[in-house]
């Protein structure tokens, strides 16, 4: 892989931008829309590894972030937000909202209608 493409995938990856990535690599500007999509097509594997371990280097600044936030921020909602936004990537999320019904209070006429509506799906 040439210098240039390394620099590509890297400008790629921050930028999202094939043509101006292809530009600050050094291919020419006339030509870098077209590269910019030739680059990205030929090194899709290289630019997906790249993204995927530049998100992983930002794991524990923002969870150092999430932290500051739970700890001094002055909105009570922002707080709140993080703690949950933390409790939830650590596999602790709340059960979502369940309905539930009493069918031994149900009368056996809306039984039977609900049983008719559900056979006709």
Do not use: W
Request: hydrophobic share 35%.
């Amino acid at each position: 892989m040439s210098e240039k493409a390394v620099r590509f995938i890297e400008h790629y990856c921050l930028t999202g931008n094939a043509t101006k990535s292809a530009i600050i690599a050094g291919y020419s500007e006339r030509t870098a829309k077209q590269k910019g999509y030739e680059l990205k097509k030929t090194y899709s594997g290289e630019i997906e590894e790249k993204t995927r371990k530049m998100v992983q280097d930002m794991v524990p600044v923002s969870l150092n972030m999430l932290n500051q936030l739970i700890t001094t921020a002055e909105s009570e909602s922002v707080r709140l937000s993080a703690v949950k936004d933390v409790l939830d990537r650590a596999g602790m999320k709340p059960v979502d909202r369940v309905e539930t019904t009493n069918i031994e209070q149900t009368s056996t006429a809306d039984l039977e209608k609900e049983l008719q509506n559900l056979l006709k799906h």
